[in-house]
């Protein structure tokens, strides 16, 4: 089988090794007090709708090495059919589609439901992984990063 390779068009972390390590320092804040397992899933989700090959390689191992499921991996973009996913996971990957995409905001009911399942602190979190991993998956989609790549 013959696979078709992107070529990179740079390597942004050689380029701007400064903002490499703000991103990286608002990742780690932004993960601080949330389940590993659910951060990845957010994390994955944000990549599949935003269509960033690495990301969704990089996390899908992470949340494996977290524990996570193969079977929950490869459901989570059908997540809202798929009855694997407890209420506070699905109301985080509700809150994610609607924060990732911005069709025309967050809607009261997706904002209130991820409120019933996160405390405030959490909540500003979550928030701040899904904006942190949006900004991973556009420096890699524009830069072409692909899977298996440092």
């Known amino acids: 089988m013959t696979t078709f390779q992107v070529p990179e068009r740079m390597n942004f972390s050689a380029v701007a090794p400064k903002i490499l390590k703000a991103v990286l320092a608002l990742d780690s804040a932004a993960r601080q007090g949330l389940d590993p397992v659910l951060v990845e899933l957010v994390q994955i989700r944000a990549s599949q709708l935003n269509r ?64 019933e399942h996160f405390d405030e602190a959490e909540l500003a979190r979550l928030i701040a992984v899904i904006f942190t991993v949006n900004t991973w998956n556009r420096m890699n989609v524009t830069t072409r990063k692909t899977p298996g790549t440092p």
Do not use: F, K, M, N
């Open 52 to 115: 960033c090959a690495y990301c969704i390689d990089y996390h899908s191992t992470d949340a494996r090495e977290a524990g996570e499921t193969e079977e929950r991996i490869y459901q989570l973009s059908a997540w809202q059919e798929a009855g694997v996913y407890t209420l506070r996971e699905r109301a985080a990957l509700a809150l994610t589609e609607h924060v990732t995409l911005l069709p025309g905001g967050v809607p009261d009911e997706v904002y209130d439901r991820a409120a």
